[in-house]
């Protein structure tokens, strides 16, 4: 038992640096944000002001917050479903073993490494109500321009299509690897019983990479949730609010009306969906087929 002692020292002397940067970097923060709520500050003045649930009681009262909330999930469940959906698709596309799928596999990913600063300053220009590559094309068609950022019905839709095809690629890759994990002895088994392509899609390779499909899931929701960059680039969460999610928002009333308590409050609910959400998606793994 005493020559464990000295081993056992040694390892939590190995994990001690990352437990320091994990508690310095992510947990202080979340404490500190959450103390944060409960004052009243401008970040100009020496000290926050304690003024309990006060930040709490306005924001449940708060039509624009309520709002932010239909924007996020708006935009989440648009982006995870068509991202999976594009992704799922281009993969199936994609699994014979040549040199020209390897080629589309490294352009559909390319956008994932891009910066999302200059994508959204090449999609800025893409969507130019006048001199926009995607107009011109609508005018090769006679279709009029269209004002895709500047107007309400379809500012957030446009966001969601340009972070759809930022993200494809890497949807694109990893239901690929999951499809070509796939037993070929469990294709070929179907295909011989009857089934056609129709079938063997839905009733083996769904199921089989249904563990990605769910991991997906989560990394898209946690992703969707976090959207800022290009929404602070392309619209500023508007117009008239119709792109202002729950992290715009928290920025605009932390940063912008510099009402830093109330801001860490809306991060504090924000954290709580998010928290709430992924304990849904936890009960739904149960469907799950790991087998």
């Known amino acids: 038992m005493q020559e464990n002692i000295p081993k056992r020292a040694l390892g939590y002397a190995f994990i001690l640096p990352a437990f320091i940067l994990l508690g310095l970097f992510r947990l202080?923060?979340?404490l500190r944000n959450f103390i944060l709520s409960f004052t009243s500050w401008d970040m100009?003045?020496?000290d926050p002001r304690f003024i309990g649930i006060a930040n709490y009681l306005e924001l449940f009262s708060d039509e624009d917050f309520f709002s932010s909330i239909v924007v996020t999930l708006e935009y989440a469940v648009s982006f995870i479903v068509l991202?999976?959906?594009?992704?799922?698709?281009l993969s199936l596309c994609m699994t014979a073993k040549n040199k020209?799928?390897?080629f589309y596999r490294?352009?559909?990913f390319s956008p994932t490494v891009t910066s999302m600063v200059a994508m959204s300053a090449v999609w800025l220009f893409i969507y130019h109500p006048q001199y926009g590559s995607l107009n011109s094309i609508l005018g090769m068609l006679g279709i009029q321009p269209v004002r895709w950022l500047n107007t309400m019905d379809t500012a957030l839709?446009?966001?969601v299509m340009m972070n759809v095809w930022?993200?494809?690629?890497?949807?694109?890759?990893?239901?690929?690897?999951?499809?070509?994990?796939?037993?070929?002895?469990?294709?070929?088994?179907a295909r011989i019983d009857g089934a056609n392509e129709w079938q063997l899609l839905w009733h083996i390779k769904l199921p089989l990479i249904s563990p990605t499909t769910f991991m997906l899931v989560i990394l898209m929701t946690i992703e969707s949730f976090q959207v800022f960059t290009q929404i602070n680039v392309m619209t500023q969460g508007g117009p008239n609010g119709s792109t202002t999610n729950l992290v715009t928002y928290m920025y605009m009333q932390a940063f912008d009306q510099f009402r830093v308590g109330y801001g860490s409050a809306i991060a504090v609910v924000l954290l709580a969906i998010v928290?709430?959400?992924?304990?849904?998606?936890?009960y739904f793994e149960r469907f799950v087929n790991y087998d």
Do not use: D, H, W
Not at 83 to 89: D, I
Not at 275 to 282: C, E, G, K, N, R
């Open 28 to 30: 202080y923060p979340i």
């Open 44 to 46: 100009v003045t020496a």
């Open 83 to 89: 991202s999976l959906v594009v992704g799922l698709a």
């Open 100 to 102: 020209m799928n390897i």
């Open 106 to 108: 490294t352009v559909f």
């Open 157 to 159: 839709p446009s966001l």
């Open 166 to 189: 930022k993200r494809m690629g890497f949807c694109t890759v990893v239901y690929l690897g999951a499809l070509l994990g796939i037993s070929s002895e469990t294709v070929e088994a």
């Open 275 to 282: 928290l709430l959400i992924y304990l849904i998606q936890m």
